[in-house]
């Protein structure tokens, strides 16, 4: 089959390589009809050092049950599927209490030996704990913001989460890339009164204002920390989503937090030392985060995209089959193109 194996920084290729096959009896083959170019990958993309045998790339996914294992149970050939860009056995102990980004089974997608899933199909670890089945067709008109539950938006939403975003309380988002503009929803979905965006670009702002975004602030630095707390009284906001992950943006997040209020962090950290801890630590700012459980909220945000209300999908704005993906990294990383799908 073909699929994409980054080998450098820059160095995208789609290549032939052998089909994947069950190699345990909990794992699912997965034909891939919907996969993702993550702002994540633009990170290998970025600084990866020259490999000879690369690494096959991809994370998000949507497709169809080829095969399963013998001891798969949940899932069946023809099912069509959520994949999540980890995957997690669903009976541990981290799995039961809603943190399958924990499961002691853990595993990432396009990551430490796994398939990626930019590519014609995908071998699936625990199927049964990582496969979600939609009851939808293949090429159903949801499919895009369906395609947002293996990352984007559950990253978005667990922000919120941990920022304790709930009705009334003032939120900003910091990153208008396409987990902040997910963000955004999320915040607006759980009640949000006010909801800034930190952002620059043009389009995404006009996206986030359809998203409910009621202010955006365009200012970087002191500038953007004094203009939130205009908006706010002086106080600051009461929760905040970071989706970057850059000393910066966790400096700017931990500035316009009130004091008691919380951070939700799910842009990867870019430093092993937490930016801004002194401020936070004396303004009682409570910072949380990690690698969203996507998982385990598919159940939560799944009707609101099946009933309309809410279209995180709206942020792709380009598709490309497999030949299309070595591209997609470019224009995304050009910042050409927000959000990628691919169609292999
Ligand atoms: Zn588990």
């Given at each position: 089959?073909?699929?994409?194996?980054?080998?450098?920084?820059?160095?995208?290729?789609?290549?032939?390589?052998?089909?994947?096959?069950?190699?345990?009896?909990?794992?699912?083959?997965?034909?891939?009809?919907?996969?993702?170019?993550?702002?994540?990958?633009?990170?290998?993309?970025?600084?990866?050092?020259?490999?000879?045998?690369?690494?096959?790339?991809?994370?998000?996914?949507?497709?169809?049950?080829?095969?399963?294992?013998?001891?798969?149970?949940?899932?069946?050939?023809?099912?069509?599927?959520?994949?999540?860009?980890?995957?997690?056995?669903?009976?541990?102990?981290?799995?039961?209490?809603?943190?399958?980004?924990?499961?002691?089974?853990?595993?990432?997608?396009?990551?430490?030996?796994?398939?990626?899933?930019?590519?014609?199909?995908?071998?699936?670890?625990?199927?049964?704990?990582?496969?979600?089945?939609?009851?939808?067709?293949?090429?159903?008109?949801?499919?895009?913001?369906?395609?947002?539950?293996?990352?984007?938006?559950?990253?978005?939403?667990?922000?919120?989460?941990?920022?304790?975003?709930?009705?009334?309380?003032?939120?900003?988002?910091?990153?208008?890339?396409?987990?902040?503009?997910?963000?955004?929803?999320?915040?607006?979905?759980?009640?949000?009164?006010?909801?800034?965006?930190?952002?620059?670009?043009?389009?995404?702002?006009?996206?986030?204002?359809?998203?409910?975004?009621?202010?955006?602030?365009?200012?970087?630095?002191?500038?953007?920390?004094?203009?939130?707390?205009?908006?706010?009284?002086?106080?600051?906001?009461?929760?905040?989503?970071?989706?970057?992950?850059?000393?910066?943006?966790?400096?700017?997040?931990?500035?316009?937090?009130?004091?008691?209020?919380?951070?939700?962090?799910?842009?990867?950290?870019?430093?092993?030392?937490?930016?801004?801890?002194?401020?936070?630590?004396?303004?009682?700012v409570t910072v949380g985060g990690g690698p969203a459980p996507v998982r385990a909220y598919i159940p939560d945000?799944?009707?609101?995209?099946?009933?309309?209300?809410?279209?995180?999908?709206?942020?792709?704005?380009?598709?490309?089959?497999?030949?299309?993906?070595?591209?997609?990294?470019?224009?995304?990383?050009?910042?050409?193109?927000?959000?990628?799908?691919?169609?292999?």
């Open positions: 089959m073909r699929a994409t194996v980054m080998h450098a920084a820059g160095d995208v290729r789609i290549e032939k390589v052998p089909d994947p096959t069950i190699i345990e009896s909990t794992n699912a083959l997965v034909r891939v009809t919907r996969a993702c170019i993550c702002g994540s990958d633009l990170w290998p993309y970025r600084s990866m050092a020259r490999s000879d045998r690369g690494q096959p790339m991809g994370h998000e996914a949507i497709g169809v049950i080829e095969a399963v294992g013998a001891d798969v149970r949940n899932v069946k050939r023809g099912d069509v599927v959520v994949m999540p860009f980890a995957s997690s056995d669903g009976t541990c102990i981290f799995c039961h209490e809603g943190l399958p980004t924990a499961c002691v089974h853990l595993g990432f997608f396009g990551n430490q030996g796994n398939d990626g899933a930019q590519a014609e199909a995908i071998r699936i670890p625990y199927a049964d704990g990582t496969l979600y089945p939609l009851s939808v067709g293949q090429d159903d008109a949801l499919m895009p913001s369906l395609l947002t539950l293996a990352d984007v938006m559950g990253t978005g939403h667990h922000a919120a989460v941990v920022a304790k975003v709930g009705p009334g309380k003032d939120v900003a988002i910091v990153g208008d890339g396409a987990v902040g503009l997910r963000g955004v929803i999320a915040a607006k979905r759980l009640g949000a009164a006010r909801n800034v965006l930190l952002g620059r670009h043009s389009d995404r702002i006009a996206l986030a204002r359809e998203f409910g975004a009621t202010d955006i602030v365009s200012e970087r630095g002191p500038e953007a920390i004094e203009r939130v707390r205009q908006l706010t009284g002086g106080q600051g906001v009461h929760a905040v989503l970071e989706c970057v992950g850059l000393t910066q943006a966790m400096e700017t997040a931990i500035a316009i937090t009130r004091a008691g209020g919380a951070i939700g962090g799910v842009g990867a950290p870019q430093e092993a030392a937490m930016p801004g801890s002194q401020a936070g630590f004396y303004h009682n945000l799944l009707p609101d995209i099946l009933e309309g209300r809410i279209q995180p999908g709206r942020v792709f704005d380009r598709i490309v089959d497999l030949d299309g993906v070595p591209g997609g990294y470019r224009d995304m990383n050009d910042r050409k193109a927000l959000k990628v799908m691919v169609r292999p």
